[in-house]
T-cell receptor
C-alpha cells in the first residue's frame, strides 16, 4: 500500500541550529514533492516544491532535497528561529494530480 | 482574492444529525480537495474534483459521506447521519491547472464535533 512517513515525534532544537526533517514514501511515483507548514488552528501553507528530476531546491533559509532512488526527501531550516516552530508536512502530487500528505513532524525551536 | 473560504468555522451537532460543510475555492482554480485531519490519522484526502467532476473519492470513509461541486465556485461535504467518530477538522483546498503551479491553498477549516 502507499505510505508517506514522517517522524511523528517532535523535533526540539536550539535557536540558530539547522533543523532537518525527513519524509519517506513507498509505492508512489510522485511527479512533485511539496512541503507545507501548519500552525495550530490554521490550514497548511505551501512552502516549497521539488520536481522528480530535481535533486535540491532552496528558498531563503529553506532547503529541500529529493532522492527518488531512496524515496526520501529531507527538509532543512538553517539558522532556525522560535518563529519556525510549527508542524511541517510533506505531500506528494502524482501524475493524476492527487495530493496526499504525510502525518507531519512538529518542530520546536527553543530560544 | 480572499483565499479559500470555508463555513462554518465550528460545528457542534448531535449524533444522527445531518452536517453540511461548505467551501468556496479560489476563483480560477480547477482542482478542489476535501481533507479530514485528526491527531490519530493526520491529514487524510477524502475526495478531489477537477473542473467540478469528482476524480477520486476512494478516501471517503463510508456511504454516510457525500460531496458535490455544482459549479466552479462552490462545493459541499455532507455527512448523514453523523457519528462521534466523525469529529475532526475538515479542510478544503484548491489549486490551479497550470502544471507549474501545483501548490494547494487551504481554507481555515471547519472543526466538527459530534456529541
Amino acid at each position: 500500500s502507499q505510505k508517506i512517513e514522517q517522524n511523528s515525534e517532535a523535533l526540539n532544537i536550539q535557536e540558530g541550529k539547522t533543523a532537518t526533517l525527513t519524509c519517506n514514501y513507498t509505492n508512489y511515483s510522485p511527479a512533485y514533492l511539496q512541503w507545507y507548514r501548519q500552525d495550530p488552528g490554521r490550514g497548511p501553507v505551501f512552502l516549497l516544491l521539488i520536481r522528480e528530476n530535481e535533486k535540491e531546491k532552496r528558498k531563503e533559509r529553506l532547503k529541500v532535497t529529493f532522492d527518488t532512488t531512496l524515496k526520501q526527501s529531507l527538509f532543512h531550516i538553517t539558522a532556525s528561529q522560535p518563529a519556525d516552530s510549527a508542524t511541517y508536512l510533506c505531500a506528494l502530487l502524482n501524475a493524476g494530480n492527487m495530493l496526499t500528505f504525510g502525518g507531519g513532524t512538529r518542530l520546536m525551536v527553543k530560544p | 482574492d480572499a483565499g479559500v473560504i470555508q463555513s462554518p468555522r465550528h460545528e457542534v451537532t448531535e449524533m444522527g444529525q445531518e452536517v453540511t460543510l461548505r467551501c468556496k475555492p479560489i476563483s480560477g482554480h480547477d482542482y478542489l480537495f476535501w481533507y479530514r485531519q485528526t491527531m490519530m490519522r493526520g491529514l487524510e484526502l477524502l475526495i478531489y474534483f477537477n473542473n467540478n467532476v469528482p476524480i477520486d473519492d476512494s478516501g471517503m470513509p463510508e456511504d454516510r459521506f457525500s460531496a458535490k461541486m455544482p459549479n466552479a465556485s462552490f462545493s459541499t461535504l455532507k455527512i448523514q447521519p453523523s457519528e462521534p467518530r466523525d469529529s475532526a477538522v475538515y479542510f478544503c483546498a484548491s489549486r490551479g491547472r497550470d502544471s507549474g503551479n501545483t501548490e494547494a491553498f487551504f481554507g481555515q477549516g471547519t472543526r466538527l464535533t459530534v456529541v
